[in-house]
């Protein structure tokens, strides 16, 4: 029976809730492993935990002797929601072992129900060349507003929520979104983003690169919402991640600020894609994200009176990875 790959558990909170649940335990039989989830408002699993875990169950790459094989390319497809309540089985499929690359494919599912599928590619470190996009000139963090401050400034069982669990800061360059539309309607933002606790020294880098693929996706489609003149609150405003892509260039800190460089370069048919280039502190591209997601607005302004803000709306196939509207 094959391991979970080994995630170091944080002693500080709320970071340390997240790499436990990103630890998932060895299941019933050969690449096969069980997770858990962290407690959502919205009663569904948030699609990136998910995309974490199913990265760490597919790291079964053994070291041929030539070096530690990365996680370099990641797809994912959402099906459902999950249920935060129940365990996630996660099923990988060891696809190809090559002289440098190896390939896996992860399906995560409950109760034998599929949830999402996704394809992991892995690489070992080889010689080449280093060019990469340089990163703009933006203000720096220290000159921003922490989202962990909004939140503290609004008297809702949702900020309160977030103010205490979210194990990331986030500072908007353009402004955030939480309770009003950006004043220009433009898709593209800028964002800093870093860990709120101590990271482990002992954490290899594919936990790092999966600690990555866990928090983007809870800012990657503000792009969209930024072109539509929309913000997390706008009334019966439906949101679900429909799929997931990620390119990991070069090691990742996640105790450093990461700098997001978004924007979204198309909406349509209820649906919205967003793009991100991740940089460090020190202006290395260090990972490129796409994502598509669905974003519907009821047409009848009046379809949704007397239903509260500052709740999620759960579409049909929603993977629960949006944050309170």
């Known amino acids: 029976m094959t391991s979970p790959y080994p995630v170091p558990a944080a002693t500080e909170e709320p970071l340390g809730s997240v ?8 299941g019933d039989g050969e690449d096969l492993f069980t997770g858990g989830s962290l407690p959502q408002l919205s009663g569904r699993v948030y699609g990136g935990q998910v995309v974490a875990q199913g990265m760490l169950a597919a ?3 053994e070291d041929d002797g030539d070096g530690e094989r990365l996680p370099h390319s990641v797809h994912a497809f ?5 249920q935060p309540d129940k365990p996630i089985s996660f099923a990988v499929e060891r696809l ?3 002289r440098s690359f190896s390939q896996r494919r992860t399906a995560a599912s409950q109760e034998g129900t599929s949830i999402l599928t996704m394809l992991t590619s892995f690489q070992e470190e080889q010689e080449g060349a280093d060019i990469h996009v340089t990163a703009p000139s933006v203000p720096r963090p220290e000159d921003l507003t922490s989202a962990l401050e909004i939140f503290r400034t609004i008297d809702h069982p949702v900020a309160r929520f977030l103010g205490r669990t979210a194990a990331f800061d986030l500072r ?3 402004g955030n979104l939480y309770l009003r539309p950006a004043r220009e309607r433009a898709g593209r933002q800028h964002l800093w983003m870093r860990s709120r606790s101590r990271i482990p020294t002992q954490t290899s ?3 790092h690169r999966a600690l990555l693929a866990y928090v983007c996706d809870q800012v990657m489609l503000e792009p969209v919402l930024r072109s539509q003149g929309l913000s997390w609150r706008s009334e019966g405003m439906s949101l679900a991640t429909l799929d997931h892509a990620q390119w990991f260039h070069r090691d990742v800190d996640m105790g450093d600020w990461l700098l997001y460089v978004q924007d979204s370069p198309s909406s349509q048919g209820g649906r919205g894609m967003a793009r991100a280039q991740v940089f460090d502190s020190s202006g290395r591209l260090v990972s490129t994200i796409a994502q598509e997601g669905m974003v519907r ?3 009848d302004s009046g379809a949704d009176a007397g239903l509260g803000r500052w709740r999620i709306r759960m579409g049909e196939g929603d993977d629960g990875s949006a944050i309170p509207s």
């Open 172 to 174: 908007h360059v353009e």
């Open 78 to 82: 959402f099906m459902r929601g999950g």
């Open 205 to 207: 880098q594919t936990v």
């Open 59 to 61: 790291a079964t790459v």
């Open 96 to 98: 190809h072992d090559g």
């Open 297 to 299: 607005i009821p047409t």
């Open 19 to 26: 790499t436990r649940v990103l630890g998932l335990a060895a």
